[in-house]
């Protein structure tokens, strides 16, 4: 994990990803609209990966639609609300104890539809 998330960071991600999979595969990647996934530094990268990524992108004022989204959402109130961290260690420190918390006490969503109720074009 990164501390940072700009151009560089993300191309070094998509460069990782790339090494990973077949090089016949093209690789499918859901994004939201971060500035460094458009940037002109991940065009110029992605020029020279023709035919290897596609970005789905989630739509603008869309989070709800991304499940980590809500996740973080979550863990920002219940467990991050209105303290201050006196260090990143200490930050870290609470925010996997609150990750514990919830995997020792799971909310479960029930899925309401069937995938052959869904319509998708």
């Known amino acids: 994990m990164r501390d940072r998330h700009r151009s560089l960071e993300f191309i070094e991600f998509l460069s990782e990803v790339d090494k990973q999979y077949r090089v016949a595969w093209l690789i499918r990647i859901v994004l939201g ?6 940037s002109k530094e991940t065009q110029v990268y992605l020029k020279t990966r023709l035919s290897r990524f596609e970005f789905i992108f989630t739509p603008k004022h869309g989070s709800w ?10 863990l920002t109130r219940s467990v991050l609300g209105h303290i201050r961290a006196q260090s990143k260690a ?30 998708v074009k």
């Not at 609209?33 to 458009?38: D, E, F, P, Q, Y």
């Not at 639609?65 to 979550?74: C, Q, T, W, Y």
Request: hydrophobic share 40%.
């Open 90 to 119: 200490g930050m870290k420190s609470r925010i996997y104890q609150g990750i514990a918390a919830f995997n020792n006490d799971p909310a479960v969503f029930p899925w309401k539809y069937k995938m052959d109720d869904v319509n």
């Open 65 to 74: 639609l991304n499940m980590i989204e809500m996740f973080f959402s979550k």
């Open 33 to 38: 609209n971060h500035s460094s996934h458009v």
